[in-house]
């Protein structure tokens, strides 16, 4: 009997700590796949991350963005330049800030069949922006509202959605890391 309370003592520590995490095996995150070298997904948040190598000029991201997302079949139907409005309202906008739209048709169709109600969250948003690094100088940074974030708004997705989702946000994150590096 004292055997298995031990057991029982040891498997609720491990728990509790993080150790051992039962529900992840069973049940793995819906996230999108980063390559080499790039900062792990969290899975709690909507927003993927990545600074721009230094050197790399916000003109070469804008350039990288556009030559690889068409060189993968996404449209970019829309730009927010969001600093221009915010200068024109006589507000500085300390840097860089925009949004670019993307969408690819093939994967979005594999959503939107299923779950008419994910437009909400289309086309898919990139933004290039600036922010104070640790030095208080601007650093020029490229995030993602991350596609299988969103789908956890959608009671129930399909496998189908999940998977365009997945594939959509792996995609989306290879041509930010591209671009974060100002590849073309």
Do not use: W
């Amino acid at each position: 009997m004292y055997k298995n309370i031990h057991i029982f003592a040891l498997l609720t520590v491990l728990v509790a700590c993080g150790t051992l995490q039962l529900n992840e095996a069973s049940h793995p995150e819906l996230i999108g796949k980063v390559g080499a070298g790039m900062p792990a997904i969290d899975p709690t948040t909507a927003i993927y991350e990545l600074p721009v190598r230094d050197g790399v000029s916000y003109l070469d991201v804008v350039d990288s963005l556009k030559s690889v997302s068409e060189g993968m079949n996404y449209v970019n139907p829309a730009n927010f330049p969001i600093a221009d409005h915010i200068k024109n309202r006589g507000i500085d906008p300390q840097g860089i800030k925009e949004v670019h739209s993307y969408c690819n048709l093939s994967l979005g169709t594999d959503i939107f069949l299923d779950h008419p109600e994910f437009l909400v969250f289309a086309p898919c948003r990139i933004a290039i922006y600036e922010k104070p690094d640790a030095n208080h100088k601007l650093k020029l940074f490229i995030a993602l509202a991350r596609p299988t974030y969103d789908l956890k708004s959608i009671k129930n997705p399909t496998a189908r959605a999940q998977k365009a989702a997945q594939e959509l946000e792996t995609s989306l994150l290879e041509i930010m890391e591209k671009a974060s590096k100002g590849d073309i």
